[in-house]
């Protein structure tokens, strides 16, 4: 009896302390932003362009689910980013400033251009990463301040 | 037991996601029996930032495009001709802000129209996470200009609502298969019988001369009206000779419980490839 009323004391704790017990319908499945894209300090008229396999600046999004899960990746893109006082401020994207590693190695990645879907397969271990980068194309006379947007991005589960 | 392993799967994405932005989403694919009309999805928080959560719905099922990728097809309005749960099944709340460490449960509601055939019905729950803006770093220094790119995630995951009688199968034809370096790529044409998705897994075998097994791959795979998936493996390079391609597609999935899984007859087929 001693020992039951351990076990559900301890069952207690351990319910309240931990994440959710997962249904028998699936396994979870994360998708976390691990970094923005960090541009720092730019000056007026020089476009400051941020490679997605740079491994302090690159935009990167964690995905973690079930092996060989095939995920379809789509991003959706600032044309401008938005500062003080209404100044706004370009922002490209390139053909191949995305890229995806089932590794979740930054030096791995295959590219993929960022305005298009692209599909690409979880890891044995139920793993990816996707790394973004971008051009800021700051004007000559550009107001000085904090500019920012939104990078968002939706993975679908398919299968 | 298999309780527990989720359990431990779950602590471990949870602990190893501690200063990063998002939620667990778990179920990743729901089913709902229209007995039952209702199910459920559980969100947590592994941050340390509230997040912000934003549920949706949208109809959509997996094709392929030429190459062979998988997408989803998304209709906006979709007609009578298609299975769509989407004027009827709803998720509560629609918003929600989940703390740190936290869990929430979203609720999913049929409300089916009657008289609604038997059959399986689809529908997808986006959603959408959204955590405390990343600092732009030196924004004190109001005579310089920093830039910054802040991140949002939207997770889709399928919801498949079943009444009835349903069933379902897999038609299997053109298989094809290369071998390019180390890298086994195969294609197939798959139609789905019934009227259920066939949710499955396509598993490769190469064999050589001897029939001993060279390699092997294993995709899930869900078939909602057909397609001509692309999958492409890594196997490593072959010596040369003939080898042969054993392709199946079973209604068999690990990531599932087998109790959802719908039961159906597998569909196999053989190619030859040859390494100069």
Redesign the interface.
């Known amino acids: 009896m001693k020992l039951l009323s351990w076990f559900v004391i301890g069952m207690a704790l351990l319910g309240a302390a ?27 008229g020089v476009p ?1 362009v941020i490679s997605r396999t740079d491994p302090a600046n690159s ?1 990167q ?2 995905i ?7 995920v ?1 990746l789509t991003f959706a893109l ?1 044309s401008a ?1 938005n ?1 003080p006082a209404g100044a706004q ?1 370009p ?1 490209a994207f390139g053909s191949s400033d995305a890229g995806y590693s089932q590794a979740q190695v930054i030096g791995s990645q295959i590219g993929f251009d960022p305005k298009q ?1 692209f ?1 690409g ?1 979880l890891s044995k271990n139920g793993r990816g990463s996707v790394f973004i980068g ?1 051009t ?1 194309n ?1 004007v000559a006379n ?18 | 037991m ?2 527990v392993l ?2 431990a ?3 471990g ?2 602990a ?2 501690l200063h ?12 709902i029996d229209h007995r039952v009309r209702s199910g ?1 999805v ?1 969100l ?1 928080n ?2 340390t930032e509230p997040v912000e959560v934003t549920i949706s719905t949208l109809f ?1 099922y ?1 094709v392929t495009d030429s190459t062979g ?4 097809r998304t209709v906006d309005a979709p007609d009578s001709t298609l299975p769509s749960a989407l004027a009827w099944i709803q998720a509560f709340p629609r918003r929600l802000t989940v703390a740190p460490l936290e ?1 929430q449960t979203v609720r999913l509601l049929a409300r089916p129209p009657v008289g609604l055939a038997d059959g399986e019905y689809w529908v ?1 729950l ?1 959603i ?2 959204k ?1 405390g ?2 600092p ?4 004190s ?18 919801v498949q609502y079943r009444k009835g009688a349903v069933t379902t199968g897999v038609a299997l034809s053109n298989v094809r298969a290369q071998l390019r370096g180390d890298t086994l790529v195969t294609w197939s044409r798959l139609v789905r019988q019934g009227n259920a998705a066939f ?1 499955g897994t396509v598993r490769g075998i190469v064999v050589d001369s001897t029939g001993a097994t060279r390699a092997s791959f ?5 078939v909602y009206f057909s397609m001509e998936p692309r999958i492409a493996s890594i196997i490593g390079k072959l010596p040369r000779g003939r080898y042969w391609l054993r392709y199946e597609v079973v209604a068999e999935r ?4 087998p109790a ?1 899984v719908l039961r159906a007859p597998p569909a196999r087929d053989s190619v030859q490839l040859f390494v100069p």
């Open positions: 931990l994440p959710p017990v997962v249904g028998a319908q699936g396994k979870p499945f994360t998708v976390t932003g691990v970094r923005g894209v960090i541009f720092g300090a730019v000056l007026p400051r935009g999004f964690d973690k689910g079930v092996k060989d899960t095939q379809q600032p980013m500062g401020m922002i879907p599909t397969t971008a800021a700051p550009q107001r000085a301040g904090p500019y920012t947007a939104t990078i968002t991005l939706t993975v679908t589960v398919l299968p | 298999r309780r989720w359990l799967a779950a602590i994405l949870g190893s996601s990063a932005q998002g939620v667990m989403v778990a179920p990743h694919a729901v089913y459920s559980l947590y592994p941050g959509g997996p990728a998988i997408t989803l869990r997808r986006m959408a996470a955590a803006q990343i732009i770093v030196g924004v220094d109001t005579t310089a200009i920093q830039v910054g790119l802040t991140l949002e995630v939207r997770t889709i995951i399928g949710v294993a995709s899930p795979l869900g690990e990531d599932l419980d959802l």
